[in-house]
């Protein structure tokens, strides 16, 4: 019975070590990706969204709640930047949003720090 088994049981064996060994790479693969793509969004976003990003990051975790800007904070939410943090509806209609972790870390490189100084307005 055992060496009936044999053949079984080492492809079975070999198939767990495969998998064992490149799930972690595949994790890594797709984070680095996802990074990757999230760094070309923030890099390209128009100025509307770019404002709306901004007034996100500078809320310091805290929900913000909008009306007229769901539709940018959805585009921004689908690009993997924000989040519907509190759906709760309000007495006008607002749904609140806020940065994903994966923005949180992308605002502390050098690049994109500029997302985090609040603009003055003449």
Not at 39 to 68: H, K, M, S, V, W
Not at 69 to 75: I, L
Not at 86 to 91: A, L, N, Q, S
Not at 107 to 121: R, S, W
């Amino acid at each position: 019975m055992a060496k009936q088994l044999r053949g079984w049981l080492s492809i079975a064996f070999l198939a767990s070590v495969l998998l064992i060994v490149t799930s972690p790479i595949e994790t890594r693969y797709r984070s680095w990706t996802t990074k990757k793509r999230q760094r070309g969004y923030l890099r390209d976003l128009p100025d509307q969204e770019a404002a709306l990003f901004r007034r996100c990051a500078l809320n310091a975790g805290r929900a913000t709640y909008l009306i007229a800007e769901v539709g940018m904070a959805r585009s921004l939410e689908k690009k993997g930047l924000l989040w519907q943090s509190d759906d709760r509806e309000t007495g006008h209609g607002a749904r609140g949003y806020s940065l994903t972790h994966e923005a949180h870390f992308l605002l502390k490189e050098p690049e994109f720090a500029h997302f985090l100084q609040a603009v003055q307005v003449v």
